[in-house]
T-cell receptor
Framework: QKEVEQNSGPLSVPEGAIASLNCTYSDRVSQSFFWYRQYSGKSPELIMSIYSNGDKEDGRFTAQLNKASQYVSLLIRDSQPSDSATYLCAVPSQSDYKLSFGAGTTVTVRA | NAGVTQTPKFRILKIGQSMTLQCTQDMNHNYMYWYRQDPGMGLKLIYYSVGAGITDKGEVPNGYNVSRSTTEDFPLRLELAAPSQTSVYFC??????????FGPGTRLTVL
């Protein structure tokens, strides 16, 4: 089992809709979780971090964490064409100093 | 703060040539990482460092070497370049809250 798995894409949503991205992780003791956005040809940039169970909202982005289910999600509300990118879920390894990344989900927002 | 900087931005190498990809961070982070990202694929960890003088292999270290003589700099050396090393290379540093900050990347082509 991969350490971090994301729902396969690509995901195409109409402008104004909600894009829902899912991520599961294998390490039960993980404490922190990150979502990165990567535009084509650019480097990943952090958009959300979440440490506690429940929801965390930042503008149009909401991260949801359920540690019992080892599941973290990202919702993008009122999707805009500028949200078209690949979204990477990342979980720090508790045994060493690495950050495990999912393969990414590519989102395309249709105008 | 400039964050994480990488040079060069682009490079074309001939098979068998060598080069060094430079990475510098000004955030005083102890942890630094080198990733490669092939087209349409996820990030693969090449090498990482937990502090000056300490480095360790990631999942794809063959054909690469690193050194870490200072906290700020973490160069990646390619010896005897091969077409399989054509990729985009990202350097990153990690804060005390586990957040990784990425450089802009180096796009390398080996012909």
């Amino acid at each position: 089992q991969k350490e971090v798995e994301q729902n396969s894409g690509p995901l195409s949503v109409p402008e104004g809709a909600i894009a829902s991205l899912n991520c599961t992780y294998s390490d039960r003791v993980s404490q922190s979780f990150f979502w990165y956005r990567q535009y084509s040809g650019k480097s990943p940039e952090l958009i959300m971090s979440i440490y506690s169970n429940g929801d965390k909202e930042d503008g149009r982005f909401t991260a949801q964490l359920n540690k019992a289910s080892q599941y973290v999600s990202l919702l993008i509300r009122d999707s805009q064409p500028s949200d078209s990118a690949t979204y990477l879920c990342a979980v720090p390894s508790q045994s060493d100093y690495k950050l495990s990344f999912g393969a990414g989900t590519t989102v395309t927002v249709r105008a | 703060n400039a964050g994480v900087t990488q040079t060069p931005k682009f490079r074309i190498l001939k098979i068998g040539q060598s080069m060094t990809l430079q990475c510098t961070q000004d955030m005083n982070h102890n942890y630094m990482y080198w990733y490669r990202q092939d087209p349409g694929m996820g990030l693969k960890l090449i090498y990482y460092s937990v502090g000056a003088g300490i480095t360790d292999k990631g999942e794809v270290p063959n054909g690469y070497n690193v050194s870490r003589s200072t906290t700020e700099d973490f160069p990646l050396r390619l010896e005897l370049a091969a077409p399989s090393q054509t990729s985009v290379y990202f350097c990153a540093s990690r804060s005390s809250t586990d957040t990784q900050y990425f450089g802009p990347g180096t796009r390398l082509t080996v012909l």
